[in-house]
């Protein structure tokens, strides 16, 4: 195998039609030409984000547009509740906390989704919420977390609900509107399959209210001048785009509208129970809690006789074929499979049979063959 | 032609072989491929920037890398002299702003470059300056400022000097170490002739020595993560980049160096004027101040009988090719011609040749061929 095999959480593996796409001449990014594509690329990132709303893509990848959407809502002091059960509930708390709001965690063990009645009560606890923020996909755990009864909570209270569904988007399912999510974003790099460094963000008019009043130092990503920009016609961005990743993202989601987006969606469902049967069938542990776990990545238990560095050295060095570590505590404790884009039972077979074939060289035992086994008898199940 | 040529001041034209080099396979950001395709192209950076200190990649365009020279050094009240002759002056201005800090403006006329006097005059008048801002190339008016000339006076106080060269690097003389430069910062999309969406920063240990002291809210763009992700063998970037562009910019950064740094400069120093000469062939005279002219662009006053929409316009749809109008309150009274990157003699004559056409259709008069007989002379005497 010539390409070495992404099975990493994000980025993924990109089709050649968006390669090709995203190596077209360069176009004037103030022209009318650009203004097209972008027009184009933005009502389909709204219709997979299922908005009525405008989105906005930025040149940043996806923690660029986890800033813009704390900055332009958070102003000094402002309570925020954020739900952190992994690395990248973190990050808005620690953007929360940069952009000198007053954090009220609602803490979750990682491994496992929030439950809805947390959020609750700390609502109901603390006056003067501005804004709940949750990861959709916590790709550090691989945890799916509730956002559709987590919706139905926070529509009761003043608050915004801001969502990151970056590792989720086009992957699982994600209603803006139906679910209430005020400010939802996404990126590039994962579920949609498009190279990384371009992010996307949707904002409803209860957003927009709360952003008009905010004054924060925000400037690359001020969300008030990519709506000023966004309403031209034709529209443009406020300062230079990478205008080769929008060729990139208007391919990328016309291949997801293609397929289908409840089509795609099912897909990385039967991807994801076969990813957790075929690690199971090996004698594996799945590290988030049952009920709780990702349709876009599995996180898998290092089981105890093999390193990480042993293990997923294997993996690349003789097989070409990339999985990721754990982040922060939980490197070297598990390892995790992406199963996103366009990655399908192709791919999860090359994995499968090379991650048996590492096993049984660290000297685990198991029917050869179990893994992959497992594999054929999810998707059979699904044809 | 079938593709466009675009003759604005960046995005430029994109070398074939940097296009194919982008749409390479997308590799793990956090495996060892990606660190030494990382680890060589902040090297030739750095070798482009001309310095012996570290440079980072940025996953954003210019004003992202302009963001971070500001938000990283300053706190509020802090003083700061912004150099401002043009609209990217502003905006390190208005970032200065933005990130709480003190504006003392040196005001210098649109079309003219800053006499190095009033920045000595601004700080000899101002205790505890932070920082002097300038651009080097103003791309909204087509003036080169005198960086060498200022980095001596600002040589001799605390501040830091803190440079735009988006537009110049790697088409005009830009000496970091030597120059006293302590940030200097590029993009992707200019003289250097990769797609749009990549920005580079280098900072020197002053710079540093600031940025360890100041606590401000900057996240996505925060120097000191970058530093720490850029010190690991093989380096990583604190966020996940754009790794497409990487590979675009480690191929056009290949081409500046093939090339040569001093002929790639020479070259748009001939660009720039024969891009002059041509365009007072044809009667038209130039908006910048003689001697304070751009090699990377030059603007054009709007002759009296021809609209800016009818002379780009016609330029754009009866020819392909595309050039720039003036920026705020130059909106309709100048267009730009960029001769930056890989734009040559060849696209000039095109642009000549049809410039002179549009020129005729609109009822001007000079001699057919005027224009591009200038080109022609001025290439000859510097073959």
Not at 79 to 99: D, H, M, P, S, Y
Not at 201 to 229: C, Q
Not at 296 to 319: F, H, Q
Request: aromatic share 6%; charged share 25%.
């Amino acid at each position: 195998m010539e390409d070495t095999l992404l099975m990493i959480p994000g980025p993924t593996t990109v089709p050649k039609r968006v390669l090709d796409a995203m190596a077209q001449p360069i176009t004037n990014h103030r022209g009318p030409v650009y203004g097209e594509i972008l027009d184009e690329t933005t009502a389909m990132m709204s219709e997979v984000f299922q908005t009525d709303n405008k989105s906005y893509l930025l040149t940043g990848s996806g923690t660029s547009a986890m800033e813009a959407a704390i900055a332009n809502i958070i102003e000094k002091n402002d309570k925020v509740i954020n739900v952190v059960g992994g690395k990248f509930g973190q990050r808005l708390q620690q953007l929360t906390e940069v952009f000198g709001g007053e954090s009220i965690e609602v803490t979750v063990p990682w491994g496992q989704a929030v439950n809805p009645e947390d959020v609750k009560n700390a609502l109901e606890e603390n006056d003067d919420v501005k804004a709940v923020t949750m990861i959709h996909n916590e790709s550090s755990t691989a945890v799916v977390n509730p956002i559709e009864e987590v919706g139905k909570v926070v529509k009761d209270y003043e608050a915004l609900f801001v969502v990151d569904t970056v590792s989720s988007l086009a992957g699982d399912t994600v209603k803006v509107d139906d679910y209430g999510l005020d400010i939802c974003l996404s990126g590039s790099q994962k579920c949609i399959a498009a190279p990384p460094g371009m992010s996307a963000i949707t904002i409803g008019d209860d957003a927009w209210n709360v952003i008009d009043k905010v004054d924060s130092p925000t400037y690359y990503l001020d969300l008030k001048k990519m709506r000023k920009m966004g309403d031209k016609q034709p529209p443009q961005t406020p300062y230079t785009p990478n205008v080769s990743l929008t060729y990139a993202m208007n391919e990328a989601l016309s291949m997801v509208l293609e397929e289908g987006l409840d089509n795609r969606i099912n897909r990385h469902h039967v991807g994801a129970e076969a990813t957790r049967k075929a690690a199971e069938a090996l004698g594996l542990s799945l590290f988030a809690r049952e009920g709780d776990r990702s349709n876009t990545l599995t996180a898998i238990n290092m089981p105890e006789g093999v390193s990480d560095g042993d293990l997923r050295g294997t993996m690349r060095n003789k097989y070409n074929i990339e999985i990721a570590g754990g982040q922060d505590h939980l490197s070297g404790n598990v390892f995790r499979i992406g199963h996103m884009g366009i990655t399908g039972l192709q791919e999860l077979a090359m994995t499968f049979t090379c991650l048996e074939m590492t096993l049984k060289e660290f000297g685990f035992e198991f029917d050869a063959g179990a893994g992959v086994a497992a594999l054929q008898d999810v998707y059979m199940k699904n044809q």
